[in-house]
């Protein structure tokens, strides 16, 4: 029977991990290495690492900390930072990376989409939609770590994503992100709804209700955490954590 997958999402800025609220505030977490290994040994299904600097920094996601992640994990991973060009998707995928995430350049450039599904297939692709309200303007996508916000409203972008061959899309609410205030479930299932690829729910996840809700209400083919999976008790204190499996049963 269809489970979703479950997906720790890890941000990395200078090769560590860190954790954002609304896309600022960034606390240290600790080493990529050492929570893969954790990880591993806690069988998550698969893993998201996005380096939250490297488009401002005109480059990728560091090729040496996709290596070091493909040698470690147990589990698929995909990686986003920076992508602009095939030869970037090439390098990262060649590290051991199976997918790669792309934002700012796809909503730049939406024409690379297509370029890049049709070279590397459309499971290699996947867009993320971060997305947050503006003043008379309702729900817009952002770019540049939510920095940049666009004329893209999230359904139409998500369309256009899947009509260029994109293979997933995760949805990002910037205002949930970090508060572990539960999912934008509205905007979840606006996106789930609009499109027939798997979508990839994130920002806002702090229970296992949540992870139901977005996937039973929501119609999230996928659910995403970050401090979820790397916060533990009321004064969050750092603690690599995933979903134990006896409480998978929750999805069936």
């Known amino acids: 029977m269809f489970r979703p997958r479950i997906i720790p999402v890890l941000l990395v800025r200078d090769n560590e991990l860190v954790k954002s609220i609304q896309f600022k505030d960034y606390r240290y977490i600790g080493d990529p290495i050492n929570a893969v290994k954790v990880f591993n040994d806690l069988k998550a299904d698969e893993l998201v690492f996005l380096d939250i600097e490297a488009t401002k920094k005109k480059r990728t996601i560091s090729l040496d900390l996709v290596e070091q992640v493909g040698e470690e994990a147990n589990m698929p991973f995909a990686v986003g930072g920076g992508i602009s060009t095939l030869e970037d998707i090439q390098k990262i995928i060649s590290k051991g990376a199976?997918?790669?995430?792309?934002?700012?350049?796809?909503?730049?450039?939406?024409?690379?989409?297509?370029?890049?599904?049709?070279?590397?297939?459309?499971?290699?692709?996947?867009?993320?939609?971060?997305?947050?309200?503006?003043?008379?303007?309702?729900?817009?996508?952002?770019?540049?770590?939510?920095?940049?916000?666009?004329?893209?409203?999230?359904?139409?972008?998500?369309?256009?994503?899947?009509?260029?061959?994109?293979?997933?899309?995760?949805?990002?609410?910037?205002?949930?992100?970090?508060?572990?205030?539960?999912?934008?479930?509205?905007?979840?299932?606006?996106?789930?709804?609009?499109?027939?690829?798997?979508?990839?729910?994130?920002?806002?996840?702090?229970?296992?209700?949540?992870?139901?809700?977005?996937?039973?209400?929501?119609?999230?083919?996928?659910?995403?955490?970050?401090?979820?999976?790397?916060?533990?008790?009321?004064?969050?204190?750092v603690l690599i954590n995933y979903i134990e499996k006896k409480d998978l049963s929750i999805f069936r």
Not at 114 to 123: D, K, L, N, T, W
């Open 98 to 237: 199976e997918k790669v995430i792309i934002n700012t350049y796809g909503v730049n450039n939406p024409n690379f989409i297509r370029e890049a599904s049709e070279h590397f297939g459309s499971s290699t692709i996947v867009i993320s939609i971060d997305v947050k309200k503006k003043f008379l303007k309702g729900k817009v996508l952002w770019t540049h770590s939510g920095k940049k916000s666009h004329k893209y409203l999230p359904v139409d972008f998500a369309k256009l994503a899947e009509e260029k061959g994109a293979g997933e899309i995760i949805i990002q609410s910037i205002e949930k992100d970090g508060t572990m205030s539960g999912y934008d479930l509205d905007l979840i299932r606006d996106i789930s709804t609009s499109v027939t690829i798997p979508v990839v729910a994130l920002g806002g996840a702090s229970k296992l209700d949540d992870l139901e809700k977005a996937y039973k209400i929501g119609f999230a083919n996928a659910l995403a955490a970050g401090s979820m999976f790397v916060f533990q008790g009321p004064k969050k204190g």
